[in-house]
């Protein structure tokens, strides 16, 4: 990491663990001021001290609120949209995989509120304030898990049939879609989109299970899992790296641009999933 980041404001969700800590950190020790979301305010705490301890930088404070509820997305844009100096860079990184169905305090089912709509609206919220620091950036974070999903624009949330994998699969790939349909509506606006694989990372993703899933998992990790460092190396890429600068609508892996899976490219799935995305947030309504 040797691309300066003062004098930046980054908002990053999911920060309280994994290759979202991990992020924060490198960019706050790059010099970014650093906004974090975080459900619990005893981690939120905990992070801020960390990342003041590992990096000198004390810069960094937490904002309250529940990503997976619409009111709870607003609440962290209002408070972002507060904040003095505005945003350059927001980097979605939160997500889950849920091994049973639920759904949220909205009624929505939890794996395509958190993991999709959440940084649908938020990044919409926020676009405003991005646009004023540009050029600005949105970091989304999907997977390779969408190479083998399907939009299944008849049952969203596995109302008829649930599965977690294919739920995940879905909201990563609903993730790429999302993210170049931004990139092309923020085309000549100074605010670049681009998404990334981490790779398959040994953290605390899944550990909101139990049972043969979060054993699964943690087997899985054990095995093949590659360190948060090196998951996170991405995000922090696409965060600050000049070398990325104004490029938008890509999908990068290992800090090189790739090709996501033709379902990820069908301008008509963008088209479809942003329209049923601004009815269920309500984003379009300004509210």
Known sequence: MNESMSGKTVL???????????????LAAAGARILFVARNKDKAEATREWIKQQTGNALAEAIIGDLSSREGVRSVARAANAAEGGIDVLVNNAGAVFSHRAESVDGIEMTFALNHLAPFLLTNLLLDALKRRAPSRVVIVSSDAHTRATMNF???????RYRA???????????????????????GSGVTANALHPGFVASDFGKNN????????????????????????????????????GVSGKYFEKCKVRESAPASRDPESMKRLWEISERMTGVSAGN
């Open 12 to 26: 990053i969700t999911g920060a309280t663990a994994g290759i979202g800590r991990v992020t924060a950190r490198e």
């Open 210 to 245: 139990s049972g043969f899933m979060a054993w699964g998992i943690s087997m899985a990790q054990r095995l093949a899992g590659i360190t948060v460092e090196e998951g996170a190396r991405t995000s922090v890429y696409l965060a600050s790296s000049g070398e990325v600068k």
């Open 165 to 187: 994998w294919t739920a995940y699969g879905q909201s990563k790939l609903a993730n790429l879609l999302f993210t170049y349909e931004l990139a092309r509506r923020l085309d």
């Open 154 to 160: 008849d049952d969203l949330e596995g109302r008829q």
